[in-house]
């Protein structure tokens, strides 16, 4: 029967996501917000299809850690130093800021005591990880400024709720060393920070050997275990010492941002964190309690006005004095106004402490559901009316640096980094162009970086790791495999979700060059015609031509093949036809050159210097 229950709640879960995502992201709401409306739906308030969501919500919430697990490959430590006043300056006076204003209105308004009060405020100081951040990565706002400001109070809330969980019980009386289970004093500290020096040994000296021999296996679904691995081992280790285990993903992804693995683990990873991030929405929809609103409108209306007036306010003033730019002070401030989802465990951990009553841990948990259910809707009306009044101005709020979290990729991605690909990449990075490198052989991976070479494991022929290679804002890829197959299936899932991108191939052979061809490649080069050519010349300087005439019948031996191999197009399936239709084309080649070797002015300058059209088939 408890199978039976599983697989129905699971049915539920995933059927309420397939209908209401795609008509919320229709009618411009966003996928948030979708799962929002779907958990209201499914939930006991509704259609009471589901009970009490608390189960799936502590599964979900491994979306979260997936979720930053994400961001931390995304954030090389160069980049996250450059963070580091927005973690740490701006995340410490917005949470001490939010928590001294809420937990004074809350004192003066309900009299709850002192200590309560603080409680409290330190609660709704939080703000929601997994709705902020999914909202701004699909529209795009994250590598603003608002966005990374946004990024970093968030960044050090999550680092905040331990001190927060440490504080709760001094509030309600009760001394660490009469708390149940874990560390207390100096040896906690010690184990804090032994663990986050392991994470940095591990991550520089074992996860690269392990990965590179899990490649070498070439068994897909290890990597993927190994990925998966990685995550819930850095939030058990996190959790295990009463830390949030989002912490700990988000640091083994930081570590793991310099490796050559860095777009696999993230091509793998998203699936999974899509799904729990979803789960995550919907059961926050369905823990909204409908009856308790429908007890106290007027009193959490209130409340979810005022708090997110509050904490508006607070941003707002801190984005001003931080000389945002105008419409990122806005965005800043509405992306941030809700309450969080640890505000659930720790209005949880209140009540068992008692520094909360029963009744007002009801009331928080609703406001907190509330709130986190209006952002998708604040930042729509940010993008509907606030944004477009400050775009294109000298205050946009779109102009990016390079301090982004979110990496917008290199104009030009090589697929395959053998000898071929080598001698392409080095001359775009000698003319100041950046690439990306994707190379699928763990061996040759590993030869290339030993030399300094910035390259990527991962197989190109998937649409998740393109699009994690920067595949959506290249303009060019430059396409080295010889296996025909393989450069085949890459050149299609290429045209299918990359349509803008413009692909440089290379053919093995003429019957490679054809497939290509075939496939709607526009630029194709075959791997050994110029360097033939270049042994032809050679040769015919030394048996007596001199270079000019042997320089005109190479060009000429070029341009005449080029003509014959798109002649003989149409008849490459037809192997008697194309032999037939050859032989032609050798004859007409053989009285060309003899009719150059003829020309007595072949010596003049016009005639092996004149300029020649641009050569879009090699």
């Keep these: 029967m408890e199978n039976t229950s599983f697989l129905a709640h699971a049915v539920i879960f995933l059927g309420a996501a397939v209908i209401a995502v795609p008509i919320a992201t229709r009618l411009g709401l966003g996928s948030v917000l979708g799962y929002l409306l779907a958990g209201v739906a499914i939930g006991p308030s509704a259609l009471g299809l589901v009970g009490d969501a608390s189960d799936e919500m502590h599964v979900a919430e491994f979306g979260v850690a997936l979720m930053l697990f994400l961001i931390g490959l995304e954030l090389q430590p160069r980049k996250l130093w450059q963070l580091r006043g927005a973690i740490f300056g701006t995340g410490s006076a917005q949470l001490l800021l939010s928590a001294a204003a809420i937990a004074g209105l809350v004192l003066a308004l309900f009299e709850p005591g002192w200590r309560s009060a603080i409680a409290i405020g330190l609660i709704l100081a939080l703000s929601s990880t997994a709705i902020v951040l999914q909202s701004l990565s699909e529209k795009g706002l994250l590598k603003t400024q608002g966005g990374r400001s946004a990024f970093g109070v968030l960044l050090f809330q999550d680092i905040a709720v331990i001190p927060i969980l440490a504080l709760l019980p001094l509030l309600a009386g009760i001394p660490a ?23 940095a040994i591990a991550g520089r000296y074992l996860l690269g050997p392990l990965l590179r021999l899990i490649a070498g296996s070439q068994v897909r679904e290890m990597f993927t275990v190994t990925a998966l691995l990685i995550v819930f081992a850095a939030a058990a280790v996190m959790s ?49 309690n409908f009856a308790l609103i429908a007890e106290y409108p007027l009193l959490l209306l209130g409340l979810v006005m005022g708090l997110v007036l509050v904490k508006f306010g607070v941003l ?50 609703a406001l907190i559901a509330l709130t986190m259910a209006l952002t998708p809707i604040l930042l729509l009306i940010y993008e509907q009316y606030i944004q477009p009044r400050f775009i294109g101005g000298p205050d946009s709020p779109l102009v990016t640096d390079h301090g982004a979290p ?50 990527y494991y991962g197989d190109a022929s998937r649409e998740d790791l393109l699009r994690a290679a920067g595949a959506g804002n290249a303009r060019l890829v430059i396409l080295t495999l010889s296996d025909q197959a393989a450069s085949l299936e890459i050149v299609a899932q290429l045209q299918k979700y990359f349509p803008h991108l413009t692909i440089l191939a290379r053919a093995r052979n003429r019957m490679h060059q054809y497939a290509l061809m075939e496939a709607g490649v526009q630029y194709i080069f075959r791997e050994t015609v110029d360097s033939a050519l270049s042994i032809g010349q050679k040769a015919l300087e030394l048996l007596g031509l001199s270079p000019l005439r042997a320089r005109r019948a190479a060009r000429r031996f070029k341009q005449h093949d080029q003509r014959m191999l798109e002649s003989l197009f149409p008849y490459w399936r037809n192997e008697s036809q194309h032999i037939a239709q050859t032989r032609i084309y050798r004859e007409q080649l053989l009285q060309a050159l003899q009719e150059d070797r003829r020309d007595k002015d072949l010596h003049l300058d016009h005639y092996w210097e004149e300029a020649q059209p641009q050569e879009k088939k090699q």
């Design 177 to 199: 060393e009469a708390q149940e289970g874990g560390l207390s004093g100096w040896r906690y500290g010690v184990a804090v920070i032994g663990t986050i020096a392991a994470f």
């Design 240 to 288: 295990w010492l009463d830390l949030s285990p989002a912490l700990g993903t988000f640091l083994a992804g930081v570590l793991l941002a310099e490796s050559e693995f860095r777009h696999e683990l993230e091509a793998d990873i998203q699936p999974f964190k899509g799904l729990l991030l979803g789960l995550f929405f919907i059961a926050v929809g369905a823990s909204l």
């Design 316 to 365: 707002f003033a801190l984005a001003r004095v931080l000389r945002m730019s105008k419409g990122e002070d806005w965005l800043f401030a509405l992306s941030l106004a809700q309450a969080g989802e640890f505000g659930f465990v720790l209005v949880s951990f209140s009540t068992q402490i008692q520094v909360l009553d029963a009744a007002a841990g009801s009331l928080l948990v």
């Design 406 to 455: 979110v990496d917008s990729g290199s104009p030009v991605i090589i697929i395959g980094y053998g000898r071929f690909g080598q001698i392409v990449g080095r001359l775009l990075n000698a003319c100041g162009f950046g690439t990306t490198l994707l190379e699928r052989n763990a061996e040759q991976l590993d030869l290339v970086r030993r030399y300094g070479i910035e390259a």
